[in-house]
């Protein structure tokens, strides 16, 4: 009886222990127009992530019951439960999430004496302070931008070199010289550049990786969001992330947001 007994438990141990065994499971996502790069996928049990393709296709280990998070933006989050059929290494299972549908309030539009027409209308449209002290501001209409002040430093950078179409000019003048400074110019559109690049990556961050993931996974208060990548900043993430390497960034995030939290909450 002992004997039989002892099979039986190690045979159950042996068949939960298959059972829980990880394998590659591979998915294609997409919803009613086609597919969806860029999605963020967890397995919830491992917390282990990865994302769509361009194809819409991602691969991440899994086991029969383990959940699978798919969220992106604009898009309702989805969980799924892995069955065996999901872990066939010949088949690629495929996933559809669904928009979120954005409910608009009701807008009132307040009584008005305006009768239709442009020359009668016009008088009685109330004039925006702000907007006309601006576009005041911004005239430039009465400043002739072909000439160049002495003082004048950034123009000189930045305005680009004069083209001499006719051979005639280039005698014009002999016996003196004049420079234009191009390396300075080069350099400012560089920097110009590298500030669009920076000011475009936490846009890019949140459309790859999605809110779930900052604001749910990390925990992340939305205020603190571009506080808190600068924080990360100086391990490099925007250069590993402008190098395409978008998994190491989601391991620095995932390891910096706890002292992060620590940090902040002293601030309270």
């Excluded at 939960?16 to 860029?38: A, V, Y």
Aim: aromatic share 8%.
């Amino acid at each position: 009886m002992k004997k039989l007994i002892t099979i039986i438990f190690i045979v159950t141990t042996c068949t939960g222990f298959t059972q829980n065994k990880r394998t590659t499971m591979t998915g294609k996502i997409s919803d009613k127009f086609g597919i969806l790069p860029n999605v963020h996928v967890i397995n919830k049990n491992t917390k282990l992530a990865t994302f769509s393709n361009s194809n819409g296709l991602f691969a991440i280990n899994a086991a029969i019951n383990d959940s699978i998070q798919f969220t992106s933006v604009g898009y309702d989050t989805k969980v799924i439960t892995v069955v065996k059929a999901y872990l066939n290494a010949d088949l690629i299972t495929p996933f559809y999430l669904e928009k979120i549908n954005y409910a608009l309030d009701e807008v009132t539009i307040p009584k008005n004496n305006l009768k239709g027409s442009l020359n009668s209308d016009i008088s009685k449209t109330p004039v925006d302070k702000k907007r006309e002290a601006l576009a005041k501001t911004m005239d430039f209409s009465d400043v002739n931008m072909k000439v160049i002040q002495d003082d004048d430093h950034i123009d000189t950078k930045v305005r680009p070199p004069v083209v001499i179409s006719d051979p005639t000019q280039r005698f014009v003048g002999v016996g003196s010289s004049a420079t234009i400074p191009m390396g300075g110019s080069k350099r400012l559109w560089e920097l110009r550049k590298e500030l669009a690049i920076r000011k475009g990556i936490p846009e890019k961050l949140m459309s790859e990786y999605g809110e779930k993931f900052f604001f749910e996974e990390l925990q992340i208060p939305p205020e603190r969001y571009f506080h808190f990548l600068e924080y990360c900043n100086p391990l490099g993430i925007e250069k590993m992330y402008a190098n395409g390497n978008s998994l190491e960034v989601i391991k620095i995030l995932r390891k910096e947001h706890v002292p992060y939290l620590k940090l902040i909450s002293k601030d309270k």
